[in-house]
T-cell receptor, first 114, second 115 residues
Framework: GNSVTQMEGPVTLSEEAFLTINCTYT??????LFWYVQYPGEGLQLLLK?????DKGSNKGFEATYRKETTSFHLEKGSVQVSDSAVYFC?????????????FGKGTLLTVNP | KAGVTQTPRYLIKTRGQQVTLSCSPI?????VSWYQQTPGQGLQFLFE???????NKGNFPGRFSGRQFSNSRSEMNVSTLELGDSALYLC??????????????FGPGTRLTVL
């Protein structure tokens, strides 16, 4: 079956530090990959996505590259801000079989201190 | 364009009761999915509807059910509530033209507490 593995949190950084959150996946078909962010008390917001190998998704200074050879989709940001403090979820939607659902990782809590 | 809306935002119920949650998708979106979020299990897929038909169902007991109306609005129902049903229930909608490449847009969720 499909699965997503994210690095365990919590992650605590100082403002302007470099961020990496690792994400690897297992899928039966050709998945699309997503990063969602959840701020306290809110639902999930799409941060970025990539739908095929070697695609790079980017938004608000965040980037992630779809690496089929390593089955990875690591999230990076060069300089984090206090406002980036949130929970980040890596997710996939698979082309094979059940392609109308998202499979999520456990989430990584990021705290950015001033 | 208005986002996904969910009502109510908060619910408190007691064991054995039943509950109905409502979701209105983004205008023009025909697919609605439901997810359960708990601290222990994370985000788990419940079911997905498109044009009033359930296309996919997660691994939840039959107490969890849903439906979709002709205007794409959806409801989910949980009968005979258990303490473990306490969770944030998230609804997501998508245009569903491309299937697995589509982006799902999430609502703010309904926080259900079972006492």
């Amino acid at each position: 079956g499909n699965s997503v593995t994210q690095m365990e949190g919590p992650v605590t950084l100082s403002e302007e530090a470099f961020l990496t959150i690792n994400c690897t996946y297992t899928a039966t078909g050709y998945p699309s990959l997503f990063w969602y962010v959840q701020y306290p008390g809110e639902g999930l917001q799409l941060l970025l996505k990539a739908t095929k190998a070697d695609d790079k998704g980017s938004n608000k200074g965040f980037e992630a590259t779809y690496r089929k050879e390593t089955t990875s989709f690591h999230l990076e940001k060069g300089s984090v801000q206090v406002s980036d403090s949130a929970v980040y979820f890596c997710a996939l939607s698979d082309s094979g079989g059940s392609n109308y659902k998202l499979t999520f990782g456990k989430g990584t809590l990021l705290t950015v201190n001033p | 364009k208005a986002g996904v809306t969910q009502t109510p935002r908060y619910l408190i119920k007691t064991r054995g009761q039943q509950v109905t949650l409502s979701c209105s998708p983004i205008s023009g979106h025909r697919s609605v999915s439901w997810y359960q979020q708990t601290p222990g299990q994370g985000l788990q897929f419940l079911f997905e509807y498109f044009s009033e038909t359930q296309r996919n169902k997660g691994n939840f007991p039959g107490r969890f059910s849903g439906r979709q109306f002709s205007n794409s609005r959806s409801e989910m129902n949980v009968s005979t509530l258990e303490l473990g049903d306490s969770a944030l229930y998230l609804c997501a909608s998508s245009f569903a033209a491309g299937g697995y490449t589509d982006t799902q847009y999430f609502g703010p969720g309904t926080r259900l507490t079972v006492l």
